[in-house]
């Protein structure tokens, strides 16, 4: 069956950080952009970053930029967030989808994952 399967969550400390993984099964994410996204507890889920599928180019949230890093392995069928230098409001539950267009938006055909929690905390 198709899925996506993000993993890599955990505790960690302000300032540690965490690598997520977004791993296809039953398709190739070759041709698929995929963007990461977090929702917390009583907030809306918001776009944290994506990565496109032809040249890899990449973007980020104002939040998030500079700490976070994403990458592809299309070998691995993997997309990966490198999270540095976390902050207790980086703590949510992280998604990851494909997502379309240079603004990196979910669709009603997208796939998406269940999600990793990543809790940041002292």
């Known amino acids: 069956q198709v899925q996506l399967a993000e993993s890599g969550g955990g505790l960690v400390q302000p300032g540690g950080s965490l690598r997520l993984s977004c791993t296809a099964s039953?398709?190739?994410?070759?041709?698929?952009?995929i963007g990461w996204f977090r929702q917390a507890p009583g907030k809306e889920r918001e776009g944290v970053s994506c990565i496109s599928s032809s040249r890899g180019s990449t973007s980020y949230a104002a939040s998030v930029k500079g700490r976070f890093t994403i990458s592809r392995d299309n070998a691995k069928n993997t997309v990966y967030l490198q999270m540095n230098s976390l902050k207790p409001e980086d703590t949510a539950v992280y998604y990851c989808a494909t997502v379309v267009g240079r603004l990196c938006v979910p669709t009603p055909r997208s796939h998406w994952g269940q999600g990793t929690q990543v809790t940041v905390s002292s």
């Open positions: 039953g398709f190739t994410l070759d041709y698929y952009a």
